[in-house]
């Protein structure tokens, strides 16, 4: 079965730092990648997707996302993080599972603080 | 705001007790799908309709189902509650539910005691 890895579970940064959370999944086939943020009592929201073509995708409020095929890699980065970005970060992979579904699975998600 | 809107936003009840969670997808989207996010599991998915039929399972318990209904509402049904069952539940909703992105709903968060 396909899963998904995220390595850090909690970050915790100072204001203007970078970031980089890591994201690996298991799956030969195609893929959709994601990444969703989930801020302090709020629901997911999308981050930023790939579906192909360029592999570094950019997505809302100054985040990145490079997918790295031949490492089954999808690494989350922003340049200088804010405080207003402390929140949960989801990976979620979205391969085919037959029947024509595609259910999300989610990495346990990393906690990013970010202190002022 | 996704467009995607779930009733409750909490719901307290006892073990034993039944209820069910209803969600709206965003206009003109064909497919819902529910998850189950717990502090131990994560995020997981329960299940998938598309245009009111199921069409995909995931780590769904007997105790609990679902349907959509002909205005495209989903209703996720959950009984015999269990301790465990406590949880954050969430729906999302996509156009045709293929490789297109998921919107989220709010979620309703379910308190067993």
């Known amino acids: 079965a396909q899963s998904v890895s995220q390595h850090n579970h909690h970050v915790i940064l100072s204001e203007a730092a970078s970031l980089e959370l890591g994201c690996n999944y298991s799956?030969?086939?195609?893929?959709?990648l994601f990444w969703y943020v989930q801020y302090p009592g709020q629901h997911l929201q999308l981050l930023l997707k790939y579906f192909s073509g360029d592999p570094l995708v950019k997505g809302i409020k100054g985040f990145e996302a490079e997918f790295i095929k031949s490492k089954f890699s999808f690494n989350l980065r922003k340049p200088s993080v804010q405080w207003s970005d402390t929140a949960e970060y989801f990976c979620?992979?979205?391969?085919?599972?037959?029947?024509?579904?595609?259910?999300?699975?989610f990495g346990k998600g990393t906690k990013l603080s970010v202190i002022p | 705001d996704s467009g995607v809107t779930q009733t409750p936003k909490h719901l307290i009840t006892a073990t034993g007790q039944r209820v069910t969670l209803r969600c709206s997808p965003r206009?003109?989207?064909?497919?819902v799908y529910w998850y189950q996010q717990s502090l131990d599991q994560g995020l997981q998915f329960l299940i998938q309709?598309?245009?009111?039929?199921?069409?995909a399972k995931g780590n769904i318990l007997e105790r609990f189902s679902a349907q959509q209904f002909p205005d495209l509402h989903s209703e996720l049904n959950l009984s015999s509650l269990e301790l465990g069952d406590s949880a954050l539940y969430f729906c999302?909703?996509?156009?045709?539910?293929?490789?297109?992105?998921?919107?989220f709903g709010p979620g309703t968060r379910l308190l067993v005691l």
């Open positions: 999302a909703s996509s156009v045709a539910g293929g490789m297109e992105t998921q919107y």
């Open positions: 206009s003109g989207d064909l497919s």
């Open positions: 309709y598309y245009n009111g039929e199921e069409r």
């Open positions: 979620a992979v979205n391969p085919y599972s037959g029947a024509g579904s595609y259910q999300l699975t």
């Open positions: 799956y030969g086939g195609t893929v959709n």
